[in-house]
């Protein structure tokens, strides 16, 4: 079982940018893990965001839903145990508690949905308000 710890989340004004970190521990391989971030907001199910794949010895594919595209950027260091969401023109609707996740190897070409993914974070809460 992985551990995961989210950070970087904060208030920010809309068109602002943050950067959220994911950090894992644990006895396993790391980079035979893919990462998923995702979010909920209040009153509404947790939505996949962004997805990044497994190493293993090759250039690692991401994928990322239709409403960030463009926006947010997805990447890891394996050498850190750290997976990064970069996160540009912040809207409003962006808003609510981000979590990390893990997936055996890929994403499976799309961002997956929550009950494919094992172990989880806690969230970290990102706000975009004027």
């Known amino acids: 079982q992985l551990q995961l710890v989210e950070s970087g989340g904060g208030l920010v004004e809309p068109g602002g940018s943050l950067r959220l970190s994911c950090v894992l521990s644990?006895?396993?391989?790391?980079?035979?893990?893919?990462i998923g971030w995702f979010r909920q907001a209040p009153g509404k199910e947790r939505e996949g965001v962004s997805c990044?794949?497994?190493?293993?010895?090759?250039?690692?594919?991401?994928y990322y839903v239709d409403s960030v595209k463009g926006r947010f950027t997805i990447s890891r260091d394996d050498a850190k145990n750290t997976v990064y969401l970069q996160m540009n023109n912040l809207e409003p609707e962006d808003t609510g508690v981000y979590f990390c996740?893990?997936?055996?190897?890929?994403?499976?070409?799309?961002?997956?949905?929550?009950?494919?993914?094992?172990?989880w974070g806690k969230g970290t809460q990102v706000t975009v308000s004027s």
């Open positions: 990044i794949d497994s190493v293993g010895g090759r250039t690692s594919s991401t």
């Open positions: 996740a893990t997936k055996i190897y890929h994403c499976s070409n799309h961002v997956p949905p929550s009950s494919a993914m094992i172990d």
């Open positions: 644990g006895d396993e391989a790391l980079n035979f893990y893919a």
